[in-house]
Antibody, heavy 117, light 108 residues
Framework: QVQLLGSGPGLVKPSETLSLTCTVS????????WSWIRQTPGKGLEWIGY???????NYNPSLKSRVTISLDTSKNQFSLKLSSVTAADTAVYYC???????????WGQGTQVTVSS | SYVLTQPPSVSVAPGQTARIPCGGD??????VHWYQRKPGQAPVLVIY???DRPSGIPERFSGSNSGNTATLTISRVEAGDEADYFC???????????FGGGTKLTVL
């Protein structure tokens, strides 16, 4: 059974960079698309972006200027960095595996991140 | 970007049929996927490619897609079906996924 485990700080200060990592078990990260999705109280589920196993990325236009998603195949991990955070970035962040149909077949457990001083 | 519209809530008595709509411009031209999310848990895929069920999802869950509305139908609703349900498509313009706002299913 594929498992995704997200990790990272639960509290980030305004204007700083949010950093999360997702560790993938029982599946090679060297295939599929790997995504970050967040759930905010105000905007519901929002797709942040994805990275393909070859390193190609694409980001939600609303976040593109602040987002970086990267891959570490040696550790079977992928990561999210979101810069210049504000309270509006407070959310539950999910890592996820996306298949060719464009849907998620496996989700991480979700990581609550709060932006506050 | 592409917009998906869902009603905030749907209520149904146990044993009855729940229908959760998801509206979008010419949504029939897209593949629609549905997720169930219970409090404190990650979402679970219940329907993909409009009508297909992943293994382990009961046959009571079905989907349809026509015109400007896709629908998730849950037959013989049980108390355990109470959850939030989200529809999702891939937006070819922005090349990311898009979710509906979610519908809270309440079993009376």
């Amino acid at each position: 059974q594929v498992q995704l485990l997200g990790s990272g700080p639960g509290l980030v200060k305004p204007s700083e960079t949010l950093s999360l990592t997702c560790t993938v078990s029982d599946a090679s990260i060297s295939s599929y698309y790997w995504s970050w999705i967040r759930q905010t109280p105000g905007k519901g589920l929002e797709w942040i972006g994805y990275i393909f196993y070859n390193g190609n990325t694409n980001y939600n236009p609303s976040l593109k200027s602040r987002v970086t998603i990267s891959l570490d195949t040696s550790k079977n991990q992928f990561s999210l960095k979101l810069s210049s955070v504000t309270a509006a970035d407070t959310a539950v962040y999910y890592c996820a595996r996306v298949i060719v149909a464009g849907n998620v077949d496996y989700w991480g457990q979700g990581t609550q991140v709060t932006v506050s001083s | 970007s592409y917009v998906l519209t869902q009603p905030p809530s749907v209520s149904v008595a146990p044993g009855q049929t729940a229908r959760i709509p998801c509206g979008g411009d010419n949504i029939v031209s897209k593949s629609v996927h549905w997720y169930q999310r219970k409090p404190g848990q990650a979402p679970v895929l219940v329907i993909y490619y409009d009508t297909d069920r992943p293994s382990g999802i009961p046959e009571r869950f079905s989907g349809s897609n026509s015109g400007n509305t896709a629908t998730l139908t849950i037959s013989r609703v049980e108390a355990g079906d109470e959850a939030d349900y989200f529809c999702q498509v891939w937006d070819s313009e922005s090349d990311v996924g898009v979710f509906g706002g979610g519908t809270k299913l309440t079993v009376l």
